[in-house]
């Protein structure tokens, strides 16, 4: 009896096994964003994600309650950075969130979904693989507290109580800019480095755009330009223009503090 217990689990393993090299290794998974994810695999990524979140979002509260200022500064950065996915009472997301798979979907019902600390959550932090980006290092604290106190007042809006809304806040500007306290690792990511270069320490994809930045420490010059000094490094890295008209390499906005914990890194690197 128990032979036959251990010889069905070994088979079932063994087919499980197999289904997962075809799905991973064999191309079996259709991953096109024109192709919509099987309905079991929708809901069980979504479940995993409603779950981290409230996890790790149960402790957040707002540090003030919104005032119709800090509501006008969120309209005016929901405008410039949520819009375009996900778009508001009577205004459609724009191409890029139409096309996007998952759907980033409309967030007029968020605040019937979520707490204000969770919409904070998100927003700060972003969601792996579904296009929903990280705003931590690109908008102040008190921006992404104005953008959740916007968010949980869509509900309450009809048509045209969001145009006269973003009327109000027509002034206002909401522009990226470096933000926030990050890990050296968490800087090299969401500056994109990872994009062009493999480094060690840093999960991303195998790029050969750049350089693999291995053994950095050990190199003399940095871009054929500077010695490899860390004041240099964090030259390169804030204005590699600068130092090399037509280099490859962007300017990327990326701030003096960050700029230093990446360097400090990469100088690790022998």
């Not at 139409?98 to 019937?112: N, S, T």
């Not at 290092?137 to 007042?153: H, I, N, P, Y």
């Not at 968490?186 to 755009?209: D, E, F, K």
Request: some cysteine.
């Amino acid at each position: 009896m128990l032979r036959t217990v251990f010889a069905t689990l070994a088979a079932a393993a063994a087919i499980a096994a197999a289904v997962g090299a075809w799905l991973v290794y064999g191309g079996g998974y259709d991953v096109s964003a024109t192709g919509a994810h099987l309905q079991t695999v929708h809901s069980a990524l979504e479940r995993t994600m409603n779950s981290s979140v409230r996890q790790r979002a149960r402790a957040l509260a707002p540090p003030a309650a919104p005032d119709d200022t800090s509501i006008r500064r969120g309209a005016a950065c929901y405008r410039a950075h949520c819009l375009q996915c996900h778009g508001a009472p009577g205004v459609p997301p724009g191409a890029i969130g139409q096309g996007m798979q998952p759907l980033p979907g409309p967030l007029i019902d968020a605040a019937r979904r979520w707490r204000p600390g969770e919409i904070y959550w998100i927003t700060r932090h972003g969601i792996k693989m579904s296009g929903m980006p990280a705003w931590q290092m690109r908008l102040s604290d008190d921006d992404l507290w104005a953008v959740t106190a916007f968010v949980m007042e869509l509900a309450t809006l009809s048509t045209q109580g969001y145009r006269d809304l973003q009327q109000a806040a027509s002034a206002e500007r909401c522009d990226v800019h470096a933000s926030g306290e990050a890990s050296a690792v968490l800087a090299l990511r969401q500056y994109a480095c990872v994009g062009c270069h493999t480094i060690p320490g840093v999960t991303g994809s195998n790029s050969h755009v750049g350089p693999p930045l291995a053994g950095l420490a050990r190199r003399a010059t940095i871009a054929g330009r500077l010695l490899n000094t860390e004041d240099n490094l964090v030259r390169w890295i804030r204005e590699p223009q600068a130092i090399k008209p037509g280099s490859a390499m962007p300017d990327m906005g990326v701030s003096e503090a960050h700029a230093r914990q990446m360097a400090a890194y990469l100088a690790t690197l022998h």
